[in-house]
């Protein structure tokens, strides 16, 4: 980090500064940088528990220049090789596409066993279904709560894939510890500080989805809660932000995936369900995700769609999934390295 000072900062005012930063942060190294007009003063280290707004707000300080990420365990420069994430017998991260399917919500023991099975035999890795639903109305369907996390154990049973699923709220934080593969924390809950703070100390897998109107970076520093409390399985899902459009449900950002690769060694997972909104819409998207460098996908795939209690229009049919895969495949194979 590096504080321009204003050009009539007086000496005593700028010794003043620096024996407060020396008391605050022990193990930084703070260098006083005299330009012909302009002094500066640079402090390298670990700056995170300096706060940068409290700087800008002296009047000694014109500017604030921030020179590195303010994530660094999630960060690719103090981790440089990439974190592959082992659970229930499958790899995430590891160069293997990982896919994640099931319906958006568990409906009932028969539909979640269909899915199940349909997707395991097209070859999905994991299975997804929610047991609690985020909904915008508090008038529409909330999930089947524990009832439908205990179909979910029984469609584990039955095919052998691990399942994520989305943890809503601290309540049941012991259940999702005991009988959850993967914690799904959702976009609406990507800033729920204290809930990504007691998730990362039971150091479980974690899906962390993208906030719908939060930065990379945001993302990151949500993960850098995580991995605080102790977790470090964790991959990041881009899963469409807002925008002003109104074609689609949300904007896929499809350059995050990239993006995030540049900046972090977190397996980094596409949503095209949510990011389009469109059944029609997740076949592009889901291979365009793929060949930018994701890690896997999470697809909401329903047996019936048109009856579909959550997201229906957005979920494709199994036939469809299975044809989806085929073409993945095709693709992860042209653009691996
Ligand atoms: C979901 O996966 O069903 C879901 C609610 O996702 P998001 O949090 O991305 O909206
Ligand atoms: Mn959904």
Known sequence: MILVLTPNAKKDEINK???NIEKRAKNIVIQRIKGENTEMIGLAGDTSGLDRDAFRRMDIVDSVVKVSEPYKLASLRFHPEPTVIAVGGRKIG???LSIIAGPCSVESEEQILSIARDVASCGA???RGGAFK???SPYAFQGMGLDGLELLMIARNKTGLPIVTELLSLEYLDEFIRDVDIIQIGA???QNFPLLKEVGRAKKPVLLKRGLS???EELLMATEYLMSGGATDIMLCERGIRTFETATRNTMDLSAVPVLKTKTHLPVIVDPSHGTGYWHLVEPMALAGVAC???GLIIEVHNAPQYALCDGQQSITPEVFHGLVQKLERVHEAVRK
């Open 293 to 295: 460098g994701a890690d």
């Open 188 to 190: 609406r809950n990507m």
């Open 214 to 216: 939060s930065t990379i």
């Open 94 to 96: 590891d160069g293997s």
């Open 134 to 136: 985020p909904r915008s």
């Open 125 to 127: 890795s994991f299975l």
């Open 17 to 19: 500064l620096i024996e």
